[in-house]
């Protein structure tokens, strides 16, 4: 059994869809990057580097839209990952908008929207 | 028989340390702050989408081979989310969190959970789509 299954549709063995996994990989390990070496309160290269925390998002939600066609579950999936995108980027306005140790309300903003994305996960199992 | 116990256990060690995790954050988020509300309704949905994918698993994970990968794809992917999300709440309310692994602890939990429950829809997605669909 392969990463992608033995049969099924096309789409499962799609070489796109291998680079854009790979691609999902190198834009998270950016941001992992940037985030790591940032320095708070100072803007830099590394700093520029978490810009693209919501990327790798993205690309999950392109890989999904043509399965969405073809089962419910998958659309709800999406719509939790475009939810989860949002949330994404209401916490890095969080990150730059907060000053003191208590969050702004961009976190409430973003934890709003995470929570909105995971009921329609949960939606997509049931 | 033995799945239902299975599935009674993860429930109550589930429960325990969403429990566990919200008393230790709640305590230090500062009083009268709209997230003493939202950080609780946030743990509540969490652990039921972790129940949610466990039901998926133990409903469908012996229909077929592609289910099975998909059933536990999404069982690890709402396992990571709750990883993430608890990391990210002591990270933000915790100040003996506030640290850099913890941050990139949280980042790649994250980006675990929202692939693998990506992955998993597209492997539902083929198993509802197989060419021999139908046929036992």
């Known amino acids: 059994m392969t990463l992608y299954g033995d049969y099924g549709p096309s789409f499962l063995v799609s070489k796109t869809r291998i680079i854009l996994d790979i691609v999902y990989w190198i834009f998270a390990v950016i941001f992992m990057v940037g985030d790591w070496l940032a320095v708070s309160g100072v803007f830099s290269f590394f700093t520029a580097l978490t810009f693209v925390k919501a990327i790798p998002i993205w690309i999950m939600i392109y890989e999904l839209w043509e399965p969405k066609k073809l089962y419910q579950g998958t659309e709800k999936i999406t719509i939790g990952l475009v939810f989860g995108s949002l949330g994404d980027i209401l916490l890095l306005i969080n990150g730059f908008a907060q000053k003191g140790p208590s969050p702004t309300i961009f976190f409430a903003l973003g934890a709003l929207s995470f929570l909105i994305g995971h009921i329609f996960y949960v939606l997509s199992f049931l | ?136």
């Open chain 2, 1 to 136: 028989m033995s799945l239902k116990i299975l599935y009674m256990l993860v429930w109550l060690i589930l429960v325990g340390f969403c429990f566990f995790s919200l008393s230790q954050v709640v305590t230090k988020i500062e009083p009268g702050s709209i997230m003493v509300y939202v950080v609780p309704v946030y743990g509540t949905i969490l652990l039921m989408l972790v129940m949610a994918s466990l039901f998926y698993y133990f409903t469908s994970h012996h229909i077929d081979n592609l289910l099975f990968h998909a059933t536990v794809l999404a069982v690890v992917g709402s396992l990571s989310f709750l990883a993430s999300d608890t990391l990210l709440a002591f990270y933000t309310f915790h100040p003996d969190w506030k640290t850099k692994i913890v941050s990139l602890l949280l980042m790649l939990t994250y980006y675990i959970a929202q692939f693998l429950i990506g992955k998993s829809g597209i492997k539902t997605a083929a198993y509802f789509n197989r060419p021999n669909k139908g046929i036992v």
